[in-house]
């Protein structure tokens, strides 16, 4: 059937852990914003179980919680790079590319570009500063940039639905 899940979970200072329902369930249900206690209540398990689970994810790297700032109240703007290099040395591109002011992640894509680039600036000159160093580095080919105008926020329930895939497997 699924693949075998250990049923018990470690303790705090174990570094491995096999991830089962139980785990599954309390990431769908961080993942809609859920506090501890009412995932607790949810679950119908002790609050100190979900506390210990949600600190094991959290430790691990399995969730993590990102706070962001509001751009447009600090006065900055945001948006990507797209980079199209000459040669197949994406990664040594992107941790290049993190190198520039302004530059908050470098990710290597497949598809249409070859990195993306997620940028915040002040001002358009920062902005033809930073298109403009990108330009010159080495094995870049081409960049093609846009500006975040307004994010709207995702379906949380879109993620939930894949962690309930797996869950139904377990």
Same mark, same amino acid.
């Given at each position: 059937?699924?693949?075998?899940?250990?049923?018990?979970?470690?303790?705090?200072?174990?570094?491995?852990?096999?991830?089962?329902?139980?785990?599954?369930?309390?990431?769908?249900?961080?993942?809609?914003?859920?506090?501890?206690?009412?995932?607790?209540?949810?679950?119908?398990?002790?609050?100190?179980?979900?506390?210990?689970?949600?600190?094991?994810?959290? @430790?691990? $790297?399995?969730?993590?919680? #990102?706070? /962001?700032?509001?751009?447009?109240?600090? +006065?900055?703007?945001?948006?990507?790079? !797209?980079?199209?290099? @000459?040669? $197949?040395?994406?990664?040594? #591109?992107? /941790?290049?590319?993190?190198?520039?002011? +302004?530059?908050?992640?470098?990710?290597? !894509?497949?598809?249409?570009?070859?990195?993306?680039?997620?940028? #915040?600036?002040?001002?358009?000159?920062?902005?033809?500063?930073?298109?403009?160093?990108?330009?010159?580095?080495?094995?870049?080919?081409?960049?093609?940039?846009?500006?975040?105008?307004?994010?709207?926020?995702?379906?949380?329930?879109?993620?939930?639905?894949?962690?309930?895939?797996?869950?139904?497997?377990?």
């Amino acid at each position: 059937m699924g693949r075998q899940l250990r049923p018990s979970l470690p303790s705090d200072s174990s570094d491995s852990h096999t991830l089962d329902k139980l785990d599954y369930q309390v990431i769908s249900l961080m993942t809609l914003g859920l506090d501890n206690k009412t995932i607790s209540k949810d679950l119908k398990t002790p609050l100190s179980t979900i506390q210990r689970r949600t600190r094991i994810l959290l @430790r691990l $790297g399995y969730v993590s919680q #990102v706070f /962001q700032p509001n751009y447009k109240k600090l +006065g900055l703007k945001k948006g990507l790079l !797209h980079v199209y290099i @000459r040669n $197949g040395e994406m990664k040594k #591109v992107a /941790q290049d590319l993190l190198s520039n002011d +302004g530059i908050m992640s470098a990710g290597v !894509h497949v598809g249409n570009s070859d990195i993306v680039g997620e940028f #915040v600036y002040e001002d358009s000159e920062q902005l033809v500063d930073l298109i403009s160093q990108v330009k010159e580095m080495e094995r870049v080919d081409r960049v093609v940039w846009s500006e975040e105008v307004f994010l709207l926020p995702g379906k949380k329930q879109s993620m939930v639905s894949v962690l309930n895939r797996i869950i139904d497997r377990t």
